[in-house]
């Protein structure tokens, strides 16, 4: 019997007192779920630490997090509304992002993880709206509002939509300005903003921009992208040499 794909899944680094990971169960019961197992990622180590974590993994799951620090990725002076991440977990982030990337290991960024994936592949950035978009609709605070995904991509597929328009929920102030190739914009709200992206060049590396796992239980398009997801990180897991199983 295949083992259950196992998946990374990325936290916030609290700095206050002693430092530690923060992650909500909220990401990782869609993963159960859907048949996986999670794994959290210890903010802490260093990039041959990230690297054998990654490649002892099927799939890994940026989640939301605080703001970039855009000054230190020399995308102009940071926001003073911007609560930074941490320089060092900022820097994990950006590394394991980009290992998994060019591994073709399957890759779900959720909100702070959509722009991290943008990021990581010479994405501009939008530090904070309104502001950067004039008279825009609000989308911080849980706000519902709709998204429109674009027909025959891998996020409509992965999602069971068409041409439908999907609700969704959004907690953010830093959005995806533009993305260059191979990345392409496949979701928007009814304002132009991107929601989504995917990589055109990898068998499953897709952005949100959304919170998907709020979504809850059930039969849902959010519910069927972490199906989706997991599947891929099973395909991955297929790929890989057979390990002895424990008796």
């Not at 490649?55 to 995308?75: H, I, N, S, Y």
């Not at 950067?132 to 597929?157: F, T, Y």
């Amino acid at each position: 019997m295949p083992r259950p794909p196992l998946i990374a899944v990325s936290g916030l680094l609290e700095t206050k007192g002693s430092p530690s990971l923060r992650l909500h169960n909220r990401y990782v019961a869609p993963l159960l779920e859907a048949g996986a197992v999670a794994l959290a990622i210890p903010p802490l180590g260093s990039q041959d630490h990230w690297n054998a974590l990654l490649e002892r993994v099927d799939g890994l799951l940026l989640t939301g997090g605080d703001d970039f620090d855009a000054q230190r990725l020399g995308l102009g002076e940071t926001h003073p509304t911007a609560v930074i991440t941490p320089p060092e977990k900022q820097d994990q982030d950006l590394h394991m992002t980009r290992w998994a990337l060019a591994a073709d290991l399957p890759v779900l960024g959720i909100c702070y993880g959509m722009q991290l994936l943008g990021i990581a592949g010479g994405a501009s950035l939008l530090q904070h709206l309104p502001e950067d978009r004039p008279n825009a609709q609000e989308h911080s605070g849980g706000i519902q509002h709709g998204v429109r995904v674009a027909p025959g991509s891998k996020l409509a597929s992965a999602m069971g939509v068409g041409s439908q328009e999907i609700q969704v929920v959004s907690r953010h102030h830093q959005a995806i300005e533009q993305v260059p190739e191979p990345w392409v914009a496949v979701g928007w709200d009814t304002e132009g903003l991107i929601e989504a992206i995917e990589h055109s060049e990898h068998p499953f590396a897709v952005g949100v921009q959304w919170h998907p796992e709020l979504a809850g239980p059930g039969p849902s398009p959010h519910t069927e992208l972490f199906r989706s997801f997991i599947a891929a990180a099973e395909a991955h897991a297929a790929t890989k040499p057979l390990q002895a199983q424990p008796s």
